[in-house]
Structures are given as structure tokens and as C-alpha cells.
């Protein structure tokens, strides 16, 4: 069976949407609704992403980017 997952974010992939937009990881936790740390924490790949925040992430690189996802969904 095809497990539908949704987004599938790398810890660079969030640092370079991040970058591309001139955005301090404070400034994207802030439109995530998460700690500042949590975001380092992605960015590091200490921790990754929860559903909830992929589905975020995806839409705010949509709205930024004005095109599709540039990564994986699985």
C-alpha cells in the first residue's frame, strides 16, 4: 500500500528557503508558530519536522516561492 506522507523537508531544504528569502530563523518561527529553537533544531537535523509543521513549512514556501514544492513528497 501507498503510504501518503505529504512534504518531505531536509534540514537544508528549510535553511535554504530560509536564506532565499532573507529570513532569520527567528523570523520563520515566528510565521511557523514555533521556538526559534526548534527551528535551529531542523536546521541542524537534531530534530525534524512533525506533520503539522511540514504542511506549514510547504504552504509558506508556496506563498514565498510562488511555485510549487522544490522537494520531495512521498
Known sequence: ANN????IMTSADIRALRHR???T???LAR???VDVVT???????VRSPDKHSL???????RKL??????????
Open 4 to 7: 501518503e506522507r505529504g512534504p
Open 21 to 23: 528569502h532573507g529570513l
Open 25 to 27: 530563523q527567528r523570523d
Open 31 to 33: 510565521r511557523l508558530r
Open 39 to 45: 527551528v535551529s533544531r531542523w536546521e541542524t537535523g
Open 55 to 61: 504542511e506549514r513549512l510547504a504552504r509558506l514556501a
Open 65 to 74: 516561492d510562488g511555485v510549487g514544492l522544490p522537494w520531495q513528497t512521498r
